[in-house]
């Protein structure tokens, strides 16, 4: 609204009677604005802040204020500006590029202030004409086109208007992303990539080096702004943090400068990047130098990275070694003569030229002579001076980038008046296929043109525009070397492009890289040192993201790259190395026969069936014995086999679990065992029976259970188990099975049980054989002496139970080779105790008294109760 207002007040005409009885509309007021301007069939405008800075006059509000005057004389930008003088000069000339028509420009100085850019757009708008007596409106605008504004904000309030009217714009220095909507700017074009790009380049930047907690530093104008948002989401999108943020004041406030500075200083981030044009960054940098702020990598944007203000000796200790983005450099043949060609006029129009004379040779186009400034003493300019005698920006074209793209801009609107000249009546694209009329020019007509321009300049670049308006993405990476001189040098060290997916490519010359340190080393800037392999982060709480601590991965986690956020488990069959950053396969566990309780069990089961071999040869040598042939010596041989048996079914249990031995296994242990405990319990029933037999009343009682009757007991009783055995094995056989329930770490190689039924059908079938015996036994031990084996019976039957019982608990809850271990203790624990107490009494006597061992001294006790 505001704007609108002061268009009105300041452009309106005289009232509708006034105009009608005139014949014209007049000017009411005119800016007072430095330019250059030559004519033209067509007229392009262009805007350049060729000052660095505004002085506005205090306000009395009693007269009328004097109009600002800007101060501090940008050589570079003025170099840009007879650029475009010099491209148009350059088309002018050429045959093949608008043919018989000739460009003109008018070209205005914004002083880096809105205010100003605002008037010099609405200036170039409206013409410079005094009065206007063309009503119908006929003929070409005042200008088809504007090159600028090279800021953003500028950009973005003139183009909020002039593209109403849809004048193109085409700016070769305004790079903020918000300019790139085309329906809030639709006429709005530009030879710079977008914010977007540069900050995607930068993040690249910043990867490449592992930068990850930096500094930020932004202008407060749309540029800065929106540079710095988008930065820092794109940091957030790599999980990297921004130290500190901090705005460059508008009014160089110098509280607010040492405020940041003081920032700059605490904070830990040695990176600190600066969204910044030249002008709002200079305090800073000032006071910077005045500190001796020295330790800190600066990352410039392209706004500063060329800036010449900077490359002083004075700022080498501070800012040398700063990487910078910038736009791509060009060589444009033939502008280093037309710069030297440069005359000074009297006209008004050109009034830049005259101040850049002044500036460049330090004399004054006063006419009284002599002008005494302090001690400094201006000569009288003759405009015959030698510009080939000085050595500054003006005249240095061996870096040229943001005066190349106002080169690439002016060519842009230059092909696409071209391309609307060369239209043909009924093939144009407009309604009704309509070509625009070159006599009635309309601004909209020269941006659908301008749109579809494609071209390539002189040094090879190629021209165009995406469908935003945006130029193509790439930018040089450039490092700022200290010179011979003590000065500042800049030195192209990488190159960052647009590559697949939007993604920025960066490729970097590190050798050719300048580092301001004592290392001359990268610096490193991080919150926290990355995790090591074998470790994650921990985010510390209350802090950024970058803040954490590194944690150890559990058991079976690891992590196998620096900076892990999480730690990754292995499969099933792998865990973690001691150093916890690779998988190795897991440890697989049994019990084999070279592991020291392998070792041993193996040793006893072997001493153990060497010892009823022993048992057997002793038998064998008094088989005629009444000792061995009491009780029937045939059960007392098959006792001692199936004890062999029972030790030698331990060699199945140590080792390899094999198909066939986890099969075997309880096979052979349940069928021993119940031929064992078979003859155990037959031989307590011949003792119950004998005892029987030696009464009167009992004398046949050995008809009925002699020898065959004690065979087919034991042959009935073990048929039993083998049945329970071959029914187990064919419904549900046990399986090799690699167990990681037990011990995570390890894999418990073990054999399956197959079916809990079968086997717990054979252990029940073994416990009741034993209660049986050792309920008989127990019953028959106070039988006279020399039926006292049913003692040593019940005593056997004791030791047995008493292990078996205990084996259930301890088997339950030992893991691994251990549970294997115990089954196979409480084998041989129980065979032992078997053999001990049965066997032993009688080998005592047979070797160590061999007098008892006869039939009188086995029968002297009953003798003598007699």
């Known amino acids: ?91 002018n000339r050429n045959p093949n590029l608008l043919p018989n028509i000739t460009l003109g420009y008018h070209l205005y100085d914004n002083c880096v202030r809105l205010g100003i850019a605002f008037r010099a757009a609405i200036s170039l708008a409206s013409g410079t004409e005094e009065s206007f007596s063309n009503l119908n409106c006929t003929g070409p605008p005042p200008v088809i086109g504007i090159v600028g504004d090279p800021s953003s904000t500028p950009s973005i309030a003139i183009s909020n208007i002039l593209g109403l009217f849809r004048v193109p714009i085409v700016s070769h220095y305004a790079t903020c992303s918000c300019l790139s909507d085309r329906k809030k700017y639709p006429s709005f074009f530009r030879t710079i990539p977008s914010d977007a790009f540069q900050v995607r380049a930068m993040i690249q930047i910043l990867r490449y080096f592992g930068w990850t907690w930096v500094g930020l530093i932004y202008s407060d104008d749309d540029y800065g702004i929106y540079a710095a948002q988008s930065f820092q989401q794109e940091m957030l999108l790599f999980g990297y943090c921004v130290a500190f943020s901090a705005i460059l004041p508008h009014d160089n406030n110098h509280r607010d400068i040492q405020r940041i500075t003081a920032i700059i200083q605490a904070s830990t981030a040695r990176v600190v990047v600066v969204f910044s044009t030249s002008s709002f960054l200079i305090p800073l940098m000032e006071e910077v130098v005045v500190q001796n702020m020295t330790g800190r990598q600066w990352i410039a944007s392209e706004a500063w990275t060329t800036s010449p203000v900077y490359h002083t ?64 003493v201006k000569n009288i300019c003759t405009g015959q001076e030698d510009l080939s005698t000085t050595d500054t920006p003006y005249t240095d074209v061996s870096g040229l980038r943001a005066a190349y793209n106002v080169y690439k801009a002016v060519y842009a609107l230059a092909h696409g008046l071209h391309d609307l000249m ?62 011979t001189d003590g000065s500042i040098k800049l030195h192209t060290v990488g190159l960052v492009n647009k590559g697949a997916a939007m993604e920025m ?142 030790f030698l079914c331990v060699l199945l249990f140590i080792g390899r679990p094999q198909l066939w031995t986890c099969q075997l296994r309880h096979a052979v242990f349940g069928i021993s065992f119940v031929l064992c405990i078979s003859s155990i319990l037959v031989k307590t029933m011949v003792v119950i029976a004998v005892f029987k037999a030696s009464r009167p009343e009992g004398k046949g009682a050995m008809k009925w259970f002699g020898a065959t009757q004690q065979r087919c007991t034991v042959l009935v009783l073990t048929a039993l188990q083998v049945v329970i055995c071959v029914v187990w094995l064919l419904t549900a056989s ?133």
């Open 1 to 91: 609204m505001w704007t609108t207002l002061y268009i009105f007040l300041l452009f309106r005409c005289f009232s509708s009677e006034s105009a009608l009885r005139s014949g014209s509309c007049q000017l009411q007021g005119r800016f007072k604005l430095e330019g250059m301007y030559q004519d033209g069939d067509f007229i392009l405008g262009g805007l350049f802040h060729v000052h660095f800075f505004t002085v506005f006059p205090e306000l009395s509000f009693q007269t009328e204020p004097e109009p600002p005057y800007c101060e501090k004389f940008n050589i570079e930008i003025f170099q840009q500006a007879q650029t475009m003088a010099f491209a148009v000069d350059e088309i």
């Open 313 to 376: 000796p004075r700022f080498l200790p501070i800012l040398g070694g700063t990487l910078g983005i910038a736009i791509r450099r060009g060589e444009i043949e033939g502008l280093h003569d037309f710069l030297l060609r440069l005359i000074p006029s009297n006209d008004k129009k050109n009034s830049i030229i005259r101040i850049f004379w002044e500036n460049i040779f330090g004399c004054s186009f006063e006419k009284w002579g002599t002008e005494t400034f302090g001690e400094q």
């Open 422 to 483: 060369q239209c043909e009546e009924g093939r144009g694209p407009f309604n009704g296929n309509s070509c625009a009329e070159t006599t009635n020019l309309k601004p909209w007509q020269l941006v659908h043109y301008l749109q579809n321009v494609n071209f390539t300049t002189g040094f090879g670049d190629q021209v165009s525009f995406d469908k935003n308006g945006d130029a193509l993405p790439i930018y040089d990476v450039l490092n700022w070397h200290p010179s």
């Open 505 to 646: 490519v960066l490729t970097l010359d590190d050798d050719a890289i300048y580092w301001n340190f004592e290392t001359r080393k990268p610096p490193q800037s991080v919150c926290s040192e990355s995790c090591p392999p074998g470790t994650r982060q921990a985010r510390r709480k209350g802090l950024p993201v970058c803040c954490f601590d590194c944690l150890p991965c559990g058991e079976g986690e690891i992590s196998n790259a620096t900076g892990a956020i999480e730690c990754t488990v292995c499969p099933d069959e792998f865990w973690s190395n001691p150093e916890k950053d690779q998988c190795v396969p897991k440890e697989v566990e049994f019990l084999s026969y070279e592991d020291p309780l392998g070792i041993s069990l193996t040793t006893a089961s072997l001493l153990g069936t060497c010892f009823c071999a022993l048992v057997m040869i002793i038998f064998a040598l008094h088989r005629n014995t009444p000792i061995v042939r009491a009780n029937n010596s045939e059960l007392s041989f098959l006792l001692l086999l199936s004890l062999k048996m029972c």
């Open 734 to 866: 046990p399986t090799p099975h690699k167990n990681n329930q037990y011990i995570r770490s390890k894999i418990v190689y073990e054999c399956a049980i197959g079916s809990v039924a079968g086997f717990s059908l054979l252990l029940g079938y073994i416990g009741l054989l034993a209660a049986i015996s050792f309920l008989l036994a127990f019953l028959a031990r106070n039988l006279p002496d020399n039926f006292n084996e049913a003692k040593f019976i019940t005593f056997s039957m004791l030791i047995f139970c008493a292990v078996w019982i205990a084996f259930v608990p301890a088997y339950v809850s030992s893991p691994g080779k251990y549970a294997v271990a115990v089954e196979i203790f409480a084998i041989l624990a129980s065979s032992f105790g078997l053999l001990v107490a049965i066997f032993a009494p009688k080998c005592y006597i047979i070797l160590l008294h061999p007098e008892r061992n006869t039939r009188n001294a086995i029968m002297g006790r009953e003798m003598q109760n007699k």
